[in-house]
């Protein structure tokens, strides 16, 4: 591998890392030696983090782990008084350094200190504790990334109770579907804000849902709380002391059923692995200022806001279009805010590469990236033309089902295009379809522990919590994604071994998709499935069977696209005469999609009408333009 290496840092450069200076300190003389520690001696690892980055507990933990219960139902930092918002915020309350960094697609700019921060939190969660809120409620959050959505989050862990951050470009069903599930009665909520230059409005998406409350960044109307109200006059309080098993976070997932699944996260084993990941894999320190070009409805727009600010550090937020008015306005966003850490998605930079913008992004000391797999050209034509051959990206994989990465490449080590190097204290591996661990060979990515990060379970899902993740290989955290992994520690990535959908790294499930597109009239049944795709990494197919006239088809798309979001609309619509089911009746969405690409469809023999393969192949054809593979 060492010929592929494009990035190869210096001694004097991995010494200055974070992640050598913690095995340092550590007593240990190499990378290699920290990350064998860490996977043998959990213990000793997890008790090290805490002590380099500087959480404080209002009570120490008894123990770091109990997996007396079981690996599925692990305990981390036993004991412990620990709260998210505390760690984040006040105990910076005396501080005059930016906190939050922001700016708007108007062109307004400006930040806010920790203390100003601390200040803002400590009344709106003193309002809320006033409007009855209470201890482990839900409270949702349907807002850009912006410093309300920033203080909405950690007020309402403040406080003990849960945040559920929804994607600001989810339609009205789908933020209906869980606020429904995870029982929601308090919502903040901005009224609009600017896309391109138009406004987006989200407030009448939630206007008449019954038995909900309306807390409101903008102007409130009637009916509804106005956020700035609560902020100026709320009653200061000070973060509860939660256990470090108490949830902190609710994070919505998309599986292959139609259902979003809520995953818990709590104060403690989230909190210590963020501000691991952000320092050792960002290489942040406490004059860095972290952009990640994400949702707080997105694991990373919690990861990336927690991270920064654990360390001292400052978040940017910014809540418009990164190529509006210029399509360069990211280069001045960067060099105007003193932006030093950047996280993109390969879209984007394919985006970006398609455009011809290449020009270096002055500031930046380092990449972050995740969502979705690289290909080879865009990861090198960020790492040549955006990095200026110099800055290393940061590729890191997770979900989340763990807020957090099982992978990440760093700073501190040699990087070839596209790779993943195996997450500290992680204990990840490849396994084959019989449970062996294999090396330079594609199988499934497992985590073979419990680890703090982990979801503590599905929301009023205890069976499917474990079917999803404990029920494939025994005592081993079955994640889901095809991956590769090598003799020397590093990984690459091949997508997601279900079904589950990415577009521009937004995972929803083709159940989702589905339940939308069976309602449109005119339409028997149908089944969803990703498609590649040049920009978004996955483009959403959509296979029916029904009335296949082309006004049907338009509906089907703007259905989708109106209950989603933009994002989801179908990029193709396949009407069929069948599809491909076994005699049993259950829909094959892996040989729809295989078809449609021209793929090998592996034995059809199962299939009721094995001819429809054909129809869907010379379909597929005829919509990518003969780039399917067929003749």
Request: proline share 4%; hydrophobic share 35%; aromatic share 10%.
């Amino acid at each position: 591998m060492q010929e592929n290496f494009v990035y190869v840092p210096d001694r004097d450069t991995i010494e200055k890392t974070n992640i050598m200076k913690f095995a340092r300190k550590s007593g240990l003389s190499s990378l290699a030696s920290l990350y064998d520690r860490a996977d043998t001696d959990q213990e000793w690892f997890w008790n090290e983090v805490v002590r380099d980055t500087g959480i404080e507990f209002f009570s120490p933990y008894e123990k770091v782990m109990d997996l007396s219960s079981g690996k599925p139902w692990g305990k981390w930092f036993v004991g412990g008084k620990v709260n998210i918002s505390y760690n984040a915020v006040e105990r910076y309350r005396d501080s005059e350094k930016p906190a939050v960094k922001y700016e708007k697609e108007n062109g307004e700019r400006g930040a806010i200190s920790f203390r100003d921060l601390d200040q803002k939190v400590g009344r709106l969660a003193g309002s809320l504790l006033k409007s009855g809120v209470s201890k482990g409620e839900r409270i949702g959050i349907y807002m850009p990334l912006s410093v309300e959505s920033v203080i909405a989050m950690y007020a309402i862990m403040r406080i003990g109770a849960v945040a559920v951050p929804m994607f600001s470009g989810y339609g009205r069903e789908a933020v209906i579907s869980r606020i429904e599930d995870a029982g929601i009665r308090h919502m903040f909520v901005t009224v609009s804000f600017e896309r391109r230059g138009k406004k987006v409005d989200l407030l009448s998406n939630l206007r008449n849902i019954s038995g909900l409350s309306l807390i409101v960044s903008g102007h409130a109307g009637e009916g509804a709380a106005s956020m700035d109200d609560m902020i100026s006059g709320g009653d200061y309080v000070k973060s509860v002391e939660t256990d470090s098993e108490d949830p902190a976070i609710m994070l919505y997932t998309s599986g292959t059923t139609g259902k979003p699944k809520g995953t818990v996260h709590v104060h403690g084993g989230p909190l210590v692995n963020i501000a691991k990941e952000v320092k050792y894999y960002m290489d942040m320190g406490p004059d860095d200022t972290l952009f990640w070009i994400s949702d707080p409805g997105w694991m990373m727009g919690p990861w990336s806001m927690i991270g920064a600010n654990v360390l001292g550090g400052s978040i940017f937020v910014y809540d418009g279009a990164l190529d509006y008015p210029e399509k360069d306005r990211l280069w001045k966003i960067v060099e105007e805010n003193g932006i030093t850490l950047l996280g993109v998605s390969p879209t984007l930079i394919r985006t970006f590469r398609a455009s011809g913008l290449d020009r270096p992004l002055s500031g930046i000391r380092c990449f972050g990236s995740t969502g979705e797999p690289w290909d080879t050209e865009s990861w090198m034509f960020l790492f040549q033309k955006l990095g200026n051959s110099k800055v290393p990206i940061c590729n890191i994989s997770g979900g989340t089902d763990i807020i957090g990465c099982f992978l990440a490449s760093h700073p501190a080590i040699p990087l070839s295009p596209r790779c993943l190097y195996r997450g500290l204290g992680m204990n990840v591996a490849v396994y084959d379809e019989s449970g062996n661990r294999v090396f330079n060979r594609i199988g499934y990515l497992v985590a073979m522990t419990h680890l703090p990060p982990m979801t503590r379970g599905l929301w009023n899902a205890r069976e499917k919590y474990i079917e999803t993740y404990w029920s494939r290989f025994r005592d081993v955290w079955f994640h889901g994604d095809w991956a590769e992994e090598t003799d020397d520690g590093y990984f690459y990535l091949y997508g997601r071994a279900d079904d589950v959908i990415k577009i521009a790294g937004k995972r929803v499930g083709p159940g989702e998709i589905e339940d939308i597109a069976s309602a449109v009239t005119g339409v028997r049944e149908c089944a969803a499935a990703g498609i590649p795709d040049n920009v978004k990494g996955e483009a959403i197919a959509v296979f029916y069977t029904g009335d296949g006239r082309s006004e049907v088809q338009e509906r089907i798309r703007k259905a989708i696209s109106s209950k989603l979001g933009k994002p989801f609309a179908p990029k193709y619509v396949v009407n069929l005469d069948s599809l491909p089911k076994t005699r049993n009746g259950k829909i094959m969405r892996r040989i729809a999609r295989n078809a449609f690409l021209g793929a090998d469809c592996g034995d059809v023999s199962s299939l009721e009408d094995p001819a429809v393969v054909e129809k869907i192949r010379s379909a597929g054809n005829d919509m990518m333009g003969g780039k399917n593979g067929g003749e």
